[in-house]
């Protein structure tokens, strides 16, 4: 298949290296001290999954690249309405952006930027960083990405493409990661979202990994509030899921390594630009919209807030 990596950072890294390993076409779109690495010296994975290195073709101009089967579209939400402007150059006419990122937010960009036909909502739970430039480190959690062809929610979902099957062959064949399709695009997403607010959140406001949240009555009891609140928005939106996501989460988070953080965390702690916005921000958004309150939600949006602006400037 012929894919680019919008965002080749830690998760767009990882997967578009995988892939170009099992043989598949791809181009990485990447940007200032990264991209020269990328350029010059190839792109190195270091991987719990095994270490490996490949040269691909890198730009910041996705213009450069002719048409793909599909985009793989991985920059932090705050990045996602200019980089989908090239979106319908980037894209064949039969082809797909898949968004692997965190939030709920991104697919209706996109999906305003080149259709919902082209367009597959998607997560993933892979714990994936640059570690330097054109050095991307992969510390843990499951390299697996599950997807699905977005729809507006009060629309039946479409059948799955052609394309949609050979992309998800390509993943599972590739090393080091796998995949899954999914008909419920939106329970999918709102469903890592309720982890991600909870991990993110708690991780974040507290500093502390995963094991010293679970080991605090109070802290895991605000975990378990914040999944809750961003549930119970979804229900208000209409997402139907077929499982109970708090609980599925408590049970895995329970078994969880202890020094697990998360991507909000590592970019609270490196000075980088943080996504709450797209996080905790949109959770309050949402919820205000839907009139359902979330109280835990918000306030860990305002006790982070000072520190994403500072990170902002
Ligand atoms: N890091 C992780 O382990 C996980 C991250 N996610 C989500 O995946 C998404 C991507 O996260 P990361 O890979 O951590 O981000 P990252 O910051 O490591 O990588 C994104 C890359 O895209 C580049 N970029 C952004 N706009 C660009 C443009 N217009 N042209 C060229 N390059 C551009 C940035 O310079 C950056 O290098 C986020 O939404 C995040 O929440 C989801 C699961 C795990
Ligand atoms: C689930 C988790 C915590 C790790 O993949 C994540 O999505 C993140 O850190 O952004």
Avoid at 24 to 49: C, F, N, P, W, Y
Avoid at 164 to 173: I, K, M, V, Y
Avoid at 234 to 240: D, P, Y
């Amino acid at each position: 298949m012929r894919i680019a990596i919008y965002g080749a950072g830690g998760v767009g890294g990882y997967y578009g290296g995988r892939l170009a390993q099992d043989g598949h076409d791809v181009e990485l779109i990447a940007r200032g001290q990264h991209l020269d690495a990328l350029k010059e010296d190839g792109l190195t994975v270091e991987s719990v999954e095994g270490d490996f290195h490949v040269d691909l073709p890198a730009t910041d101009d996705p213009s450069e690249i002719d048409p793909v089967d599909v985009v793989v579209f991985c920059v932090k939400s705050f990045d996602t309405a200019d980089a989908a402007a090239d979106l319908d150059g980037l894209l064949a006419d039969d082809g797909a952006v898949l968004s692997v990122q965190n939030g709920v937010d991104n697919e209706p960009v996109l999906v305003d930027a080149v259709g919902s036909e082209r367009v597959w909502g998607g997560v993933t739970y892979i714990f994936s960083t640059i570690k330097e430039p054109g050095v991307v480190e992969h510390t843990g959690g499951p390299a697996h990405i599950l997807y699905g062809q977005y729809h507006d929610i009060d629309e039946e979902p479409p059948e799955r493409s052609a394309l949609a099957d050979a992309f998800l062959d390509a993943c599972e064949e590739a090393t080091g990661m796998s995949a899954k399709y999914t008909e419920n695009v939106h329970a999918t997403l709102w469903d890592k979202f309720a982890l991600i607010c909870a991990q993110a959140g708690l991780t974040a406001a507290t500093r502390q990994p995963l094991g010293r949240v679970r080991a605090n009555d109070e802290s895991w009891s605000l975990y378990r509030q914040v999944m809750e609140e961003v549930v119970a928005v979804a229900h208000a939106k209409g997402v139907r899921f077929d499982w109970d996501p708090v609980g599925k989460w408590l049970d895995a988070m329970q078994e969880g390594s202890d020094d697990q953080y998360s991507s909000l965390h590592y970019d609270l702690t490196h000075g980088k630009r943080m996504e709450l916005d797209a996080l905790h921000g949109s959770v309050v958004a949402h919820g205000r919209d839907a009139g359902v309150p979330v109280p835990a939600t918000r306030a860990i949006n305002a006790v982070l807030a000072p520190q994403a602006d500072a990170n902002a400037e």
